[in-house]
């Protein structure tokens, strides 16, 4: 049928409001054409069609139209009708739409979504995936400056029933840039007929939906916020991270850094729910690896074979100085790691702290020199107890510093700094443990032999 044709006769049943027979003329046509029909009707008889065509269908219809045809369908359909619409459109075609659409209208349209549909919006919209933005709501409460306070409170009362929190009221001007946050004590106690803008302080903290979550939760603990604002590159109001969403993320990172420290892959489910299988592999990997580097120790003790033969009282001292060498770089790991995850170091006091180590490791270092002066001496005498002692003094110092270092190194480097964990740090202080030891040993007793 010519298109002249077709429009006329969708006129006159538009016209004759025969809807049925319509709806029934349209329902053997595929998507793609009637997406082309609708381009070429006008604003009011798009809108009509559209409402009439089935729910699969209108949907999929959406998805071939232009961003302009979608915008002016949507001003003309109800929160319900959208809701309808964005929840029957395929995840792709929905995330889409949604990049195509300006931040404000972004946020509208996510508000209308299910939780469900929101969360796999959120994941396809480009968001990284331990981003803010995967983790923020839509469901705040927003005022404008010009409002009176009483006419504020009463759009908080009927919004606030649907608001993740209402602790936090934020100011938003017409294009919805966030230009403030306020406490709801604010307009509780401020008079009626005053505005908003006259109670608003332009004091507040946001975040970019593309931060790292663990951001958010430093914010949040840092400027002890019940919730914390989530903007665009424009400062469009995206939504909200709650105290309850960051906290969920703290145990969550703060597990994953246990299990890192561990030296196992972090399990993405809890342990009851984990099978042997997957346990098995979450280790093995890290066992192996670690296998290869205490495969070096063996290879330090073969190279000093002679050393150990003239005297064999330094066999007796091995497991003290490597095991006091791996718990010292261990402590100093596990303090370095979380001082970092808490931001109570920062990058760019490196120096400051990394002397501080130093000067722990040395006092450690000389205290458990002495004590191990007076093993030494008592095991295999003087010269024993010499080396014994410079030895352990040399390796805590050393491995307090690589325990201080690797987690900042790796933090510089953009990884996470629990991947320094307590097997790794104790393998390496192992290979430069025995190395310190026969090394200061060779040299001792050659000078007093």
């Given at each position: 049928?010519?298109p002249?044709?077709?429009?006329?006769?969708?006129?006159?049943?538009?016209?004759?409001?025969?809807?049925h027979?319509?709806?029934?003329?349209?329902?053997?046509?595929?998507?793609?054409?009637?997406?082309?029909?609708?381009?070429?009707?006008?604003?009011?008889?798009?809108?009509?069609?559209?409402?009439?065509?089935?729910?699969?269908?209108?949907?999929e219809?959406?998805?071939?139209?232009?961003?302009?045809?979608?915008?002016?369908?949507?001003?003309?359909?109800?929160?319900?009708?959208?809701?309808?619409?964005?929840?029957?459109?395929?995840?792709?075609?929905?995330?889409?739409?949604?990049?195509?659409?300006?931040?404000?209208?972004?946020?509208?349209?996510?508000?209308l979504?299910?939780?469900?549909?929101r969360?796999?919006?959120?994941?396809?919209?480009?968001?990284?995936?331990?981003?803010?933005?995967?983790?923020?709501?839509?469901?705040?409460v927003?005022?404008?400056?010009?409002?009176?306070?009483?006419?504020?409170l009463?759009?908080?009362?009927?919004?606030?029933?649907?608001?993740e929190?209402?602790?936090?009221?934020?100011?938003?001007?017409p294009?919805?840039?966030?230009?403030?946050?306020?406490e709801?004590?604010r307009?509780?106690?401020?008079?009626?007929?005053?505005?908003?803008?006259?109670?608003?302080?332009?004091?507040?903290?946001?975040?970019?939906?593309?931060?790292?979550?663990?951001?958010?939760?430093?914010?949040?603990?840092?400027?002890?916020?019940?919730?914390?604002?989530?903007?665009?590159?424009?400062?469009?109001?995206?939504?909200?991270?709650?105290?309850?969403?960051?906290?969920?993320?703290?145990?969550?990172?703060?597990?994953?850094?246990?299990?890192?420290?561990?030296?196992?892959?972090?399990?993405?489910?809890?342990?009851?729910?984990?099978?042997?299988?997957?346990?098995?592999?979450?280790?093995?990997?890290w066992?192996?690896?670690l296998?290869?580097?205490?495969?070096?120790?063996?290879?330090?003790?073969?190279?000093?074979?002679?050393?150990?033969?003239?005297?064999?009282?330094?066999?007796?001292?091995?497991?003290?100085?490597?095991?006091?060498?791996?718990?010292?770089?261990?402590?100093?790991?596990?303090?370095?790691?979380?001082a970092?995850?808490?931001?109570?170091?920062?990058?760019?006091?490196?120096?400051?702290a990394?002397?501080?180590?130093?000067?722990?490791?040395?006092?450690?270092?000389?205290?458990?020199?002495?004590?191990?002066?007076?093993?030494?001496?008592?095991?295999?005498?003087?010269?024993?107890?010499?080396?014994?002692?410079?030895?352990?003094?040399?390796?805590?110092?050393?491995?307090?510093?690589?325990?201080?270092?690797?987690?900042?190194?790796?933090?510089?480097?953009?990884?996470?700094?629990?991947?320094?964990?307590?097997?790794?740090?104790?393998s390496?202080?192992?290979?430069?443990?025995?190395?310190?030891?026969?090394?200061?040993?060779?040299?001792?007793?050659?000078?007093?032999?």
């Open positions: 049928m010519e002249e044709l077709i429009n006329s006769r969708i006129e006159r049943l538009i016209k004759e409001q025969k809807w027979e319509l709806r029934q003329f349209l329902a053997n046509w595929s998507a793609p054409d009637i997406a082309e029909l609708l381009l070429h009707l006008e604003k009011r008889e798009r809108a009509l069609i559209f409402r009439l065509l089935p729910r699969p269908l209108s949907s219809v959406f998805s071939y139209l232009e961003s302009k045809q979608k915008d002016e369908l949507l001003r003309d359909m109800t929160d319900e009708e959208i809701r309808q619409l964005l929840a029957n459109l395929s995840p792709d075609d929905r995330t889409q739409f949604l990049e195509e659409l300006p931040g404000q209208a972004t946020q509208r349209l996510l508000n979504l299910s939780s469900e549909d969360r796999e919006t959120l994941q396809l919209l480009g968001y990284p995936e331990e981003s803010v933005g995967r983790l923020m709501t839509p469901n705040y927003a005022v404008r400056p010009g409002w009176r306070v009483g006419e504020a009463e759009h908080i009362r009927n919004k606030g029933r649907d608001s929190t209402i602790n936090q009221i934020y100011v938003v001007d294009s919805w840039k966030l230009i403030d946050a306020l709801l004590r307009f509780i106690l401020a008079k009626p007929d005053l505005t908003v803008e006259q109670i608003m302080d332009y004091k507040f903290v946001s975040i970019s939906a593309f931060e790292d979550r663990e951001k958010a939760v430093q914010m949040i603990q840092h400027y002890d916020l019940d919730a914390l604002p989530v903007v665009d590159s424009e400062g469009i109001l995206l939504g909200i991270v709650t105290v309850d969403d960051v906290m969920d993320v703290a145990q969550e990172e703060a597990t994953e850094d246990f299990h890192r420290v561990a030296a196992v892959a972090p399990l993405r489910m809890s342990y009851r729910e984990s099978s042997i299988g997957a346990l098995y592999r979450k280790r093995v990997l066992l192996t690896a296998l290869g580097v205490n495969l070096v120790s063996s290879g330090v003790i073969a190279a000093f074979e002679e050393t150990l033969a003239t005297q064999i009282a330094l066999v007796f001292f091995i497991p003290l100085l490597i095991d006091t060498a791996g718990n010292a770089g261990s402590q100093s790991a596990t303090l370095m790691i979380r970092i995850a808490t931001g109570d170091i920062a990058l760019d006091r490196w120096f400051w990394i002397s501080r180590e130093l000067a722990i490791g040395l006092l450690l270092g000389v205290t458990m020199g002495m004590a191990s002066w007076a093993l030494g001496l008592y095991r295999g005498g003087w010269e024993i107890g010499m080396v014994v002692s410079l030895a352990m003094i040399s390796v805590v110092i050393f491995a307090n510093m690589i325990g201080a270092i690797l987690p900042l190194l790796l933090t510089r480097l953009g990884l996470d700094p629990a991947v320094a964990s307590s097997p790794l740090i104790t390496v202080a192992d290979v430069a443990g025995l190395i310190i030891y026969f090394s200061i040993a060779t040299r001792v007793l050659r000078i007093w032999g």
